[in-house]
């Protein structure tokens, strides 16, 4: 399923975040989102998510605006935020009940087969959600967003305070997401993330602009600092 | 359907989860309440407590009308009931009242029957102990009445005697003073019987002792929210986001808050009640159970809106604290309303306290009020509607 914002405006505090954006994830694509903090990277996903409204401007999956109604978003698109959306003091178990809606059958099949046994969160069921590490936390969060089986994947800096090892595990894991006909839209400010991307995008002064793929740390600094790139 | 059932579920357990904080805040609460009770307790009756006020007489040794007259107020059956007179010396009687044997003394002075015929009224010098307490502003109560009511006698009579003088009786006057003198006294007290008696109590139509007991466990219901506040604090934004889109809106979460609050605070305070109910404290009954849902669940609505309003740990239970002892002052839970301004008095049939404190009243006067229902159902209504809209305005 194909993803298309069009024309997106976001103002807060009479502030303009957003002006005009414009983007499109086809399945078996990842658009990898950079920019400076607060240029409205999280903004822009979090409207792609549905959880915040836009001023202005139509999201389509698969051909259908799903801006009106919550059900389409809940179906088409799996969010991770930065921050982890997961009850804290209960278990993982509990915690996977929720999003799977109850359905103990479906979180089986996904034990074994899916996103939450790709991931690796069979062992760790019965822990409690507080006393797991923050690589544990973050992929608790992507199978919980994952319940759904949405065809995009919106992930916003995933590998924010993570270890290597499970920066790397995250990654294989879109790798074959995307493999099964998946979409992903990431944003991250690290260039190891990154390489998982397709296409690239930088957000300038509410502006989304492509870039070029596989460009070095120092020309995406001048990429998002507006500078003129002499290469 | 079924995600509102399963979230329902989930934030049940996770209250659960709480049950130990909120016993051990509960047994710490009353460990507090009993000590602020014990010291209150000491400063309003001093070092001892008795009930009755014993007051030491100095009277004349000679003069023998006087004594009478003290031998018969101390008969009459309003002092009697409360004071025990003991006569002794002056000297002696201070040194009781500086020692603290004595609440308070009455300095009978030489002449004092006559003073009251002749109507010079020679005064009882009255002599109380700093640190009487309670005893000692009733014995001064008394005092007070009993000078009023001499007064009002001593009128009749003058008046009398004016009326006498002016028709020119002049030889009538004194025989006029002794017949009303002894008339007087024979109808009052003869007469008495004629007025009911009518107990009126400050705290309506509950006694003083259930008045506090119900006080008591509205606060208790309140702040015995303060040891589970980790779980009181709102949801970060994200996960109430998120929840959104699975059609688990703010209102519902909210509802499910005030339940899961409300069942944590029934489960705190069924061990008192049933202890009271099995002490013979309160009587198990359908109003007992009504009364005590309702004002739990009214008690979690007021919490949860308060720890919205606050949006943090430290502010939920700062807020929590400050708002909720000061709206308890003025619903008259510390002092009843009758001793608060009228002001106070119009105002607090609306505050949370009042609205609970009326609603447990229910089970002790055992009376089904829909009025007082109605009420609690608006407040429970109201700090729902007013939860949902303080997180609309923070997030």
Known sequence: MMLVAKDIYKCYHRRDILKGVDLMAKPGECVGVIGSNGCGKTTLLSILAGTVRADRGQIQAGGHDIRRNPKDYARSVAYVPQENPLIEELTVKDNMLLWYKGSRKRMKQDLEEGAAGILGIGPMLGRRVDQLSGGMKKRLSIACALSNHAPVLILDEPGAALDMECKADIRRYLIRYMAQGGAVILTSHETAELSVCTRMCVLRDGKLTPIEKGMSEEQLIKEIRGDVCID | ?395
């Not at chain 2, 119009?346 to 009020?369: F, G, H, R």
């Open chain 2, 1 to 395: 359907m079924w995600v509102h059932l399963i979230f329902l579920k989930l934030e049940l357990k996770r209250a659960c989860k709480r049950l130990p904080h909120l016993y051990a805040g509960a047994i710490m609460l009353f460990v507090m309440a009993g000590v602020i009770a014990l010291l209150s307790s000491r400063m309003l009756y001093g070092d001892q407590v008795v009930g009755r006020v014993p007051v030491g007489v100095s009277v004349p040794q000679k003069d023998v009308l006087a004594r009478q007259a003290v031998q018969m107020i101390s008969s009459l059956e309003s002092v009697e009931s409360v004071c025990d007179f003991q006569y002794m010396d002056r000297e002696t009687c201070l040194r009781e009242l500086d020692r603290g044997n004595l609440y308070a003394v009455l300095d009978v002075p030489e002449g004092f029957v006559e003073g009251i015929m002749n109507g010079t009224n020679i005064p009882v010098k009255v002599w109380l102990s700093e640190d009487a307490g309670a005893e000692g502003k009733l014995f001064q109560e008394l005092a007070d009445a009993g000078a009023l009511t001499l007064s009002a006698s001593q009128a009749g009579i003058y008046a009398g005697n004016e009326l006498y003088q002016t028709m020119g009786l002049h030889e009538a006057v004194r025989q006029l003073e002794a017949d009303l003198n002894k008339k007087y006294m024979d109808y009052s007290l003869g007469r008495a019987g004629y007025f009911r008696h009518q107990s009126v109590q400050a705290t309506g139509d509950v006694s003083t002792s259930e008045f506090y007991m119900i006080s008591v466990y509205v606060l208790f219901l309140f702040l015995g929210a303060i040891p589970v506040s980790g779980y009181l604090l709102p949801a970060k934004h994200v996960m109430r986001r998120k929840l959104k889109l699975f059609g688990i809106g703010k209102g519902y979460q909210a509802a499910v808050k005030v339940l899961a609050v409300g069942m944590l605070l029934s489960a705190a305070t069924l061990p008192v009640l049933t202890a009271a109910v099995w002490t013979g404290l309160a009587e198990g009954s359908r109003f007992l159970a009504a009364a005590w849902l309702l004002s739990c669940i009214g008690a979690a609505a007021v919490v949860v809106l308060v720890y919205e309003l606050a949006g943090s740990l430290l502010g939920g239970i700062m807020l929590l604290f400050f708002v909720i002892t000061a709206q308890h002052f003025l619903a008259g839970g510390f002092l009843p309303l009758v001793f608060l301004p009228a002001s106070v008095q119009n105002m607090a049939a609306w505050l949370p306290s009042a609205i609970l404190m009326d609603t447990i009243k229910m089970a002790v006067t055992m009376t089904w009020e829909w009025e007082t229902v109605l009420e609690c159902g608006a407040l429970i209504g109201g700090a729902w509607l007013l939860a949902m809209l303080a997180e609309v305005i923070r997030s």
